[in-house]
Structures are given as C-alpha cells and as structure tokens.
C-alpha cells in the first residue's frame, strides 16, 4: 500500500471553526479550499502558527503548491483509473474501522488477558459431551449426570480415581483429560473463566463450553517467565522398537555428545549429524520459546539449563536424542510485544465481543438502546423446542412481529432478528439458548455498525475532511510519482522546479487575504 505523507487519522481537532460560516480561503483552477479544510490541513502540521504572519504565509504557499498538484492530477484524470477507485475504497474501509472500535477498551481488554498469561494453569477435567445441537432437554440430562459426579467428588471420591473410571466406561460418553500447560485464548471462554477463578487444588461446578459440561479441577497454578533460545543436535529415532537399535542410538547420541565436551564445534556437529533439517543448518539454533511449547521432555532439559553455553547430556524424547545447548535467555514478553497477536487472537475466535464490549456498550447508550426481554422470551422458549438454524424455527418465529429493540429512535421487531440468523448463522454454539445469545449480540452490533456507517458524515464532521485528504494525497503521490519520483535523482529538483513555474501558468489562483488576515477569530 502506498504511503501518503498527508495521511494522519488523528481526529480531535485543535481549531473551531463555523460548519455555517466557512468562506472560501483559496481558488486553485475549478477547485475551491474552504476554511475548514485549510484549518483541517493546519492542525496537522505542528510547525504552523496560523497567527504568525510568516508562517501563516509559508502554510498558504504549501497549501498552494498541493492543491496546483492535485489539479494537474485531476487533468490526467488519475481519479478515474481503477488503481486509484481501488485503493480509494481500501483507505474508506481503514477509516471506517476506526470509527468502529473503541481502541482504549480495547487495549484494557488485550490488557486484561496479556496479564492473565503471566500465569500458567495445570488443570484436569472431566467433560459430559453434548449432542452437536442440544436443546434445554438435552442439556438437562447431560448436566444431571455432570453434577452427580460433581457430587460425589465434594463428597470425598478421588477426582482421577472417578474422571479415570467414567473414561474407560464405553457407556458413559465421559472424558476425562489432564492438560499439563493452559494458556489464555487457547481454551473454550467458559472453560478458561472458570479455570482461572479457582485456587491450586479447587474444583469447579459443572461448566458448559461448546462440546459439553466440564468439571475443572486446578493442579497448579504457576508463572510464566522467561523465554530461552536454544541449539540442539537431534539424533533421529528408528523406526523399529528393538531395544538394541535404541542403545546403538544413544551410543551414537554419546560419541557426538562426546567430541562437543573434547572441544568440537557445537554448530558443525550440529551441520555434520543433527537429523533436525529446518536447524541443522544455522547450527541447530531454535527460536526463542517459553514453557508448553516444546515435548516435556525436551522443555525440562532445556530450561534446567543456568548458563548461556551450558550444554546437556543426551535427552530422549519419542522423536529422538537430543543434546541441547543454551544461546539466549529473555524475560517474558512486554505488553508491546504480545498486543498485536492477542488483539487478532479475540477478534477472530469467541473473545469477539470482550474485545469490543466497551465500543458496543458505549455506541448503544450513545443511540439509545432499549431491549424488550419479553420480545426475546418468546424467541427463547421457541429455541427450546427447535434449535435457532432449524427450518421448523424459521417458520414459526417470522411470524413474530413485536419490537425486540429500539435504536436510534427505531424499532427492530423479532422478524428481523431471525431474517439475520437465516442470512447469517454465524454462531458456533451448540446449545440453543448459547446460539440465540450470541446471534443477538451479533444483531446488534451490525445494526450499531451500519447505523455508524449511514450517518458518519453528519456525526463525524471530520471523516469528510479525512475522506477529503485521502483522495488528493492518492493524487499526489500518483502524479508527483509520475513527472518527479521516477525520474534519475540527480534530475528532481530541476523537475520540481520547471514543474511548478508550469503549474502557476496552467492554472490561476485567488487567495482571500481578508479571511487570513481575520484568522484569528476562527480559531480557539
């Protein structure tokens, strides 16, 4: 994408000026800047003091030089290509986006989960599977046989001892699982909620996710620090399990482990036997990793490591003997460092709507919502009965006409609510009333978005100036790139220069001396 110098969304903007009141301050050709635009332009510029005469001056010639640019642009009717209409239309969706986000909750949102991650949990589970769409019968009936056995473990069984038993009984439909590393944004939200709130050996209530009901039990809970970067030289595994293929393996893994403590080169064993292809050849090196990102194994060797240049003996792993030597220690990753990966990892999965609860909230009191839980009642004993994407649903809940919000002064009855589930079925849960939820959720905030979308101008008087500055910097960058930027550099500036005197005869210029000479009475 093209960079466009004068293309900064900053949006808060440090003049007033009369939306009535706003005179003409230059003519370039058949194009007219008005005050709001040049005062737009100015703000932008940190070095321009509008109330001192010369830079005021200065600003009004660079203002002058822009616009003769962007006229010569429009007479090679750049504007009209496909490349420009293209790249137009991406920088609107850029700019709409960033009307449609509230970036301060959302960094208290990334916030909250990047401080979470400092902490690693242990945790067993034991998880009641759903039907793949369950309605409220359903749901009672797995959930009754989850808090029985809840039941019984408050009541003094051995959760391993129960979770154990009910997996390997083919007629339960149980699971029962043992996660050594969870790490936030990896775990269904219910389940990671749940996890997080309890002490180091407590037992949570049965929980519902998206395959069923789960009872958590926290093993440990524990910090997680440092990253280490590694080299390692992988001695493969045979694929026979003939003991004495292994012992030739590890004999193997003990000659190359052996020249290294005789002083051989780390890095060129690493290249001469290492059957790691992707790191043999940069010496074995791996990138940088913390815990539950390597086999267990491999991990406990590698971070019993104190010393850069220490080096392990052979460690067996099912891939292999490994012999691992530590490069580089780091501490765990600044807040600036993990912000990006945590705001794409919510935007795509479920923490959706915790990353964009602020806006949302925020953007519905600002437009005046209002819920009608009876409306949604009516939907939600009918999801009881059918699950939201069945055909059966459909029929019924179009016919259901009572307002299920206001907005805006408008309302929105149930129909089209479910007009939007049957175009957009978004939602991945499995239970009826979950699915409902969260289509709702969803409702809402199209509405709110759309809604945004229909009245930016006239709620947000500057995303005409932006839209404005978007389309005559595209201009400038394609023409000034055209007769200047592609020719030899030492050719520019006599370029430019012939350039202009050209553009000063082509085209004529008034300046209204008048308003800039009142200018103050414009600004705050």
């Known amino acids: 994408m093209k960079k466009i110098f004068v293309l900064m969304l900053g949006l808060n903007f440090c003049f007033a000026y009369s939306q009535i009141d706003d005179p003409i301050v230059m003519t370039v050709g058949d194009m007219e800047v008005p005050l709001s635009e040049f005062l737009f332009l100015a703000q932008k510029d940190g070095s321009v003091n509008l109330l001192n005469k010369k830079s005021r001056n200065n600003y009004v010639e660079l203002v002058k030089n822009f616009k003769l640019k962007v006229a010569d642009a429009k007479s090679l009717r750049i504007q009209e290509s496909l490349l420009f209409q293209q790249e137009l239309a991406s920088h609107q969706a850029q700019l709409i986006e960033g009307y449609l986000s509230d970036k301060e909750g959302e960094t208290q949102a990334i916030r909250q989960v990047y401080e979470r991650g400092k902490e690693i949990l242990s ?64 775990a269904f939200r219910e389940l990671e909620e749940a996890a997080y709130a309890l002490h180091e050996g407590g037992i949570s209530a049965p929980v519902r996710t998206l395959l069923g009901f789960h009872i958590i039990r926290l093993n440990r809970k524990y910090a997680d620090t440092n990253r280490i970067q590694v080299a390692h030289i992988l001695i493969q595994s045979p694929e026979s399990d003939d003991p004495e293929d292994d012992q030739a393996l590890l004999a193997r893994a003990n000659e190359v482990y052996g020249k290294m403590k005789n002083g051989e080169d780390f890095g060129k064993l690493a290249v001469e036997y290492s059957a790691d292809e992707q790191t043999r050849e940069n010496g074995g090196v791996l990138p940088f990793f913390g815990l539950g990102a390597m086999v267990l194994p491999f991990e406990q060797a590698a971070f019993a490591l104190e010393n850069i240049g220490d080096v392990t003996e052979p460690v067996q792993t099912r891939y292999g003997y490994h012999i691992i030597k530590l490069v580089g220690k780091r501490d765990y990753p600044t807040f600036e460092e993990l912000e990006y990966a945590i705001y794409m990892a919510m935007s795509q999965g479920e923490w959706k709507h915790e990353l964009y609860k602020v806006f949302d909230e925020r953007q519905k009191e600002k437009l005046g919502y209002t819920f009608y839980q009876e409306a949604y009642n009516e939907l939600l004993r009918l999801s009881d009965d059918y699950f939201p994407t069945d055909d059966e649903f459909y029929s019924r809940a179009n016919q259901l006409d009572k307002p299920l919000m206001r907005m805006n002064e408008q ?56 839209m404005n500055e978007c389309h005559d910097g595209i201009l400038l960058f394609e023409v000034s790139n055209t007769r200047i930027w592609e020719k030899p550099l030492e050719d520019q500036a006599r370029l430019e220069q012939e350039w202009m005197k050209e553009l000063n005869q082509k085209y004529k210029v008034v300046i209204n001396r008048k308003v800039l000479n009142n200018i103050k009475k414009y600004l705050k």
């Open 123 to 186: 945790l067993s589970h034991i998880m009641f599977k759903l039907p793949e769409k369950s309605l409220p019968k359903d749901t009672l009936e797995v959930f009754n046989k989850a808090n029985e056995v809840y039941k019984r473990i408050l009541a003094g069984e051995d959760f391993e001892t129960v979770g154990k038993a009910l997996d390997a009984d083919e007629n339960s439909e149980a699971i029962f699982e043992d996660a050594d590393y969870v790490f936030p944004l990896q």
């Open 411 to 466: 309302d929105f009855p149930q129909y089209e609510f479910v007009d939007y589930m049957r175009v957009k079925p978004i939602s991945l849960k499995t239970y009826s009333g979950d699915f409902l939820h969260e289509q709702y959720q969803l409702f809402v905030r199209e509405i709110i978005t759309k809604l945004i979308q229909l009245n930016l101008e006239e709620g947000y008087p500057e995303f005409s100036q932006l």
